[in-house]
């Protein structure tokens, strides 16, 4: 079975860079989520997109933005790199109330590293 | 607000034995969903289990299992049999049945002992 998709799986940046984080996906999932996980830590959520539209928005800073198209893949900008944007960012996709519940399938990761 | 607590930072367990993994959590939400995810070394997350508010069953995934006590808000996942390749970071996670984002907790590192 299709699962979600991310690219790159490994990007390395130097400070104040900007990176694009790519996700695609799993076929016929209308929702795209986008976590961050710092090292040690849990996944900390940072926006949703539900049918092209931000349906959700966590802790994500203002130095990144992030779109869903019309493709519903979904891309995660992130301008002027810090150190502390070193992590491992997960897509998630889900399909709006299918199955009755909200399963939430996670990509394999974006790790990235700011030096 | 949502809040997701896992009080094990790590746990050993002999193979083939049994291991409990405990999550509690904190919401307001009238209907939510608690999920159970496994990220071994490589990162992936890898979804385990799933448990609905209002199931009045315990879900069960092959040796996974999550005993749901909804009184106390706790759901913590039984794997059986444990298996060298269950080795890994779980994470538990709740989330509202109409979707947005997860709560996820600070998870609980399973080392099993051969």
């Known amino acids: 079975a299709a699962g979600v998709i991310q690219s790159p799986r490994h990007l390395i940046k130097e400070k104040r860079e900007t990176a694009t984080l790519k996700c695609y996906p799993i076929?016929?999932?209308?929702?795209v989520y986008w976590y961050q996980q710092g090292p040690g830590q849990d996944p900390q959520f940072l926006i949703s997109?539900?049918?092209?539209?931000?349906?959700d928005k966590g802790s994500i800073p203002d130095r990144f933005s992030a779109q869903q198209f019309s493709d519903y893949h979904s891309e995660l900008n992130m301008s002027s790199l810090e150190l502390g944007d070193s992590a491992l960012y997960f897509c998630?996709?889900?399909?709006?109330?299918?199955?009755?519940?909200?399963?939430?399938?996670f990509g394999p990761g974006t790790r990235l590293t700011v030096l | 607000a949502q809040k997701i607590t896992q009080t094990q930072p790590g746990m050993f367990v002999q193979e083939k034995e049994a291991v409990t993994l405990d999550c509690t959590y904190d919401t307001s939400d009238p209907s939510y969903g608690l999920f159970w995810y496994k990220q071994p070394s490589s990162g992936e997350m890898i979804f385990l289990i799933y448990q609905g508010s209002y199931d009045q069953q315990n879900a069960t995934e092959g040796r996974y299992s999550l005993n749901f006590q909804k009184a106390r808000k706790s759901a913590n996942l039984v794997i059986s049999a444990s298996q060298l390749g269950d080795s890994a970071m779980y994470f538990c996670?709740?989330?509202?049945?109409?979707?947005?984002?997860?709560?996820f907790g600070t998870g609980t590192s399973l080392t099993v002992i051969p």
């Open positions: 998630a996709s889900s399909k709006y109330g299918g199955n009755g519940y909200n399963e939430q399938f």
């Open positions: 997109f539900y049918e092209k539209m931000q349906s």
């Open positions: 076929p016929r999932h209308d929702t």
């Open positions: 996670a709740m989330g509202p049945d109409t979707g947005n984002q997860f709560y």
